[in-house]
């Protein structure tokens, strides 16, 4: 079965759809963990290190988060391999461009392999600023998420980097969301409508949720 | 009254020693049983050959390589799917009396006979009612998506010149879903490599060794390469010939070269006078026009036709009061109203046209009204029913048919005539068989609606994969054949040699202006009307536009490529021959019958007049050269079921 | 009207192609967009210029033949196809540019000819429900519900003219295959073949060198028969429930 979904298109888009959706699951509770910076640094350093014992007496300390490490890892290798095998293989069925070109409403299609790719840059980034602390600005302190986010986004780079990496978020998953419910044979013409409704829903609050906090930062209200 | 024309000459009768005597409703089960049959075992030995790919020869090539026989097959089109049978619309009869409203296999073959205007043979049409039956079976096992009433049965509807609902329908697209049904078992067969494939291949002649058929010559379309084929048996589904008139519902390139060519290697041709003439098509518009559509008989069950009752009335149509109008085939015909059988309201409609009181450009057009539908059923059952053809038509002329009456008028539609065959469905060349569209057989002066579908589908699914089991069995050790063969030498050179010359004449008039001049000789002197002295007019005109044609053809490009004005241009040869074929089978056949209207022979209300006691025969030619006296040999038809009578829908 | 037409030439699948300029004269906002082209090709006819190749036939809109691009749309600006396409969508002085299907599984034939003998391929795969001739039941031994009869219906409507490839900056053939699969699938006679229909007939897809569906909608858009997007949604649903069932025999 793993063979032959792996070997078609549409299998692909499958594996795309499932571990997307995983993605965004993560995502949404990354989201509203991230809103407890507005909290203190108490509060939000306390989460960060909760979520190293979550789990604790059967799972030992790191476990559990180590354990949605390697599942989002898998998500992010299988949703990454399979856009770029699907690309190539889109881009070598339509080789010759028409000579008259059209304004198309493939803007979402567009979106969505430029929006990968600025995403994958972005988490390439994100964990060597806030997790390893290796391009972190400042000195990272190692146990001290509230202040390294607040150096991060003391920068005009790292508001910069952040804020746009999140506006691509948004429409890929505004786009993603529909389009895996497509492909996972969710969708209907009677449902269609709420499907979008959803997706710009969600789209619109992880956004909106994750900008919030280099927002904060930049006006002063987490400082 | 003897006919007195020296341009051909009459033969020996020709007779069809097939169909088994004895009560009708045996002959088939009859003819089966003492057809001889191929051991399983042996099938794959045989090779048959088949041109065409729709209703006809899609399912005669599928039910051929499920029986277990190698079939090698051709259609011009880029893809089987795409033969022109998709295009028709209304239904496909069958005496399934699902309704309970009296219909029975009888009454099938008895309409068609009367509808025919008794020129059709009996054993024939008989067989093709027990046939429709299992058709339906057939079809819906396939997946065909007929219309369904909410209880999930299928759904009918009634159809021009019967008074039963019989006929089955898929929206305006019967022909279509009817002809997927055959393709796609056509595909099952060529996966399983039973078929080999030719599309884009066109046949070219016939291949005759020893008196039997045993190939054919096809060009590639694509690389223009010239080829020959060889089979044991060789069945022609080529469609009808309804293009001779250059303007026709039938395809672009829907062509008569491979009956004709099959003619001239000595396969006689039946009535090939026998056109149909259909009521609704939307008329012409210009002189640019390329092709005339159709739009579905359906249509009548609720469109009122009528022209106003003033000559030269030029008042819109919705000023036109209701007195004003004449809806002459309600006023003439009471009891069938404006669903007469085609031939009847085509001429109908010339009539009123020809009083100078016809509509549109030219005044060549009446008016299909739905205002009393619309009125009566409200707009969205009107819409449910007809959506399809109304936004067709709407996109065609521009005017929105919801609130503007349709304007239509007749166009050549259908042929009845084709190559003479048997109760087997065999042309007079052993080998050779003759199914759908390309025979003459069922129809006889006139096919009633929704008629054309069930009988391709009965010859190719039905009739022939049980009859040329016969033959084959008859002709067990064909010797092989090869390019060598001195006849294939021959027939191919010939081949060529056309092509060459079409291509060497390098003149200053295109394909397309022989076509449409021959198309408009048609037209006006064997079309809807004939005479004496028209049809002598375009006998004589018709060899001298072959003759300028020779001279002054200009077909660009070479052999050896896709060529398009090649294609059509060696079309337009063979056209130009049977349409002299057409005019003197018309001249001989002094009689009115079905879609043959002669001028001088009328009732004293306008009607066609038959006449039985001379013309109660099929005519059947036989070629003699380019040019040359055909000789006719005439079948005697024989009513033994029902007894000739003048049709009479008042 | 008088037009300026740029089209695409090519003489044979392997030669190079290009955009050659033509105008035509006289052309009726009656005229078919084909009859416009006829005009055009029987004017280079006289001239002793190769006329433009196309393919064409019913010219009634349902043989699925004709197959241009016109202005950058999959049988031009209106939902029809090209041959139902008149010139009264056009303007007096308009340029209009005609080019071929472009897809790698449809190469180019000759000018705006183009090969989609891989359609056929797909239907061989398994677009089809195994009946043979005379082994039938009785047509209403099984009772088929209005919607599923009319759902099935209006995926049959496809004409197979490869529109939706043409439109599909993928070049993906997935509305023409799943239009053929719901067809079918939904039927109670094609129940025996339902799973491997749909897994066949993807997989022919793939091999044809069809792009993989982004869900652009393009392909809905330009259909002239009007396939639903939501057409491809269902057949991955079929496609996923085929490889569940399978994996489980």
Known sequence: MARTVWDSSVGKKTVMAVSGLIMLLYLVVHMIGNLKIFFGAGEFNHYAHWLRTVGESFMHYEWTLWLIRIVLVVAVVAHAVSAYQLSRRDIKARPSKYVHRKPRATYATRTMRWGGIILAL????????????????????????????????????????????MLALGLHVRHGFWSAAQTLGAGSRSRDRALKTIANVLALLLTAGFIAVPVGVMTGVVS | MALEYADFTTGEPVTDTKSPTGPINERWDTRRFEAKLVNPANRRKHTVIVVGTGLAGGSAGATLAEQGYHVVQFCYQDSPRRAHSIAAQGGINAAKNYRNDGDSVHRLFYDTVKG?????????????????????????????????????????????????????????QTGQQLLLGAYQALSRQIAAGNIEMHPRTEMLDLIVIDGKARGIVARDLISGCIDTYFADAVVLASGGYGNVFYLSTNAMNSNATAVWRAHRRGALFANPCFTQIHPTCIPRTGDHQSKLTLMSESLRNDGRIWVPKATGDQRPPNQIPEDER????????????????????????????????????????????????????GRKAVEE????????????????????????????????????????????????????????????????????????????????????????????????????????????????DRINLLLAVDGDRTPDSFHRELGELMWEFCGMARTDSGLRKALERIPQIREEFWRRIKVPGTGEEFNQSLEKANRIVDYLELAELMCLDALNRAESCGGHFREESQTPDGEAARRDEEFSYAAAWEFTGTGSSPVLHKEDLVFEYVHPTQRSYA | MKLTLRVWRQRNADAEGAMSTYQVDGISSDMSFLEMLDTLNEELILKGEDPVAFDHDCREGICGACSLVINGDAHGPERTTTCQLHMRSFEDGDTIDIEPWRASAFPVVKDLVVDRSAFDRIIQAGGYITAPTGAAPEAHATAVPKPDADFAFEHAECIGC????????????????????????????????????????????????????????????????????????????????????????
């Open chain 1, 122 to 165: 972005f988490i390439v980034w994100h964990i060597l600023d806030l997790t390893t602390g290796t391009v972190h600005s400042g000195g990272f302190q190692e146990g001290h998420p509230y202040q390294n986010v607040v150096d991060t986004f003391s920068t005009w780079y790292g508001d910069t980097i952040y804020i746009v990496a």
């Open chain 2, 385 to 496: 029913k007809y959506g399809n053809l109304f936004d067709m038509y709407a996109r065609i002329t521009a005017e929105d048919p919801y609130t503007v009456p349709m304007r239509i008028y007749p166009a050549v539609h259908y042929t009845m005539g084709g190559l003479w065959v048997d109760y087997d469905l065999q042309t007079t060349i052993p080998g050779l068989f003759a199914i759908g569209e390309a025979n003459f057989s069922d129809h006889g002066a006139n096919r009633l609606g929704a008629s054309a579908l069930m009988q391709g589908l009965a010859d190719g699914y039905f009739v022939l994969p049980a009859t040329i089991n016969d033959y084959l069995a008859r002709h067990p050790g064909h010797e092989d054949i090869t390019a060598e063969h001195p006849v294939v030498q021959e027939v191919l050179a010939e081949t060529e």
């Open chain 2, 116 to 172: 025919g205007d008794f020129r059709a043979r009996e054993s024939n049409v008989h067989r093709l009612a027990q046939i429709s039956v299992e058709i339906i079976d057939q079809c819906v096992a396939q997946g065909v998506p007929f219309a369904r009433e909410y209880g999930g049965l299928l759904d009918t509807r009634s159809f021009g010149g019967v008074q039963v609902s019989r006929t089955f329908y898929a929206r305006g």
């Open chain 3, 162 to 249: 490869g529109a939706c490839v043409a439109a599909c900056p993928n070049g993906a053939a997935m509305l023409f295959t799943s239009a053929k699969v719901n067809h079918l699938n939904v039927l109670p006679q094609g129940a025996p073949e339902r799973e491997t229909r749909v897994l066949d007939m993807v997989a022919q897809m793939d091999d044809e060198g069809f792009g993989g569906c982004t869900l652009a909608g393009e392909c809905a858009t330009a259909c002239p028969k009007g396939i639903p997007l939501v057409s491809i949604t269902a057949m991955n649903k079929e496609w996923l429930r085929a490889t569940r069932k399978v994996a489980k025999r």
């Open chain 2, 326 to 377: 004449d809806y002459y085939l309600e006023r003439i015909y009471p009891s069938f109203g404006n669903l007469v059988p085609r031939d009847i309201a085509s001429r109908a409609a010339k009539n009123v046209c020809d009083e100078g009181r016809g509509v549109g450009p030219g005044g060549q057009g009446v008016y299909l009204d739905f205002a009393d539908a619309i009125g009566r059923l």
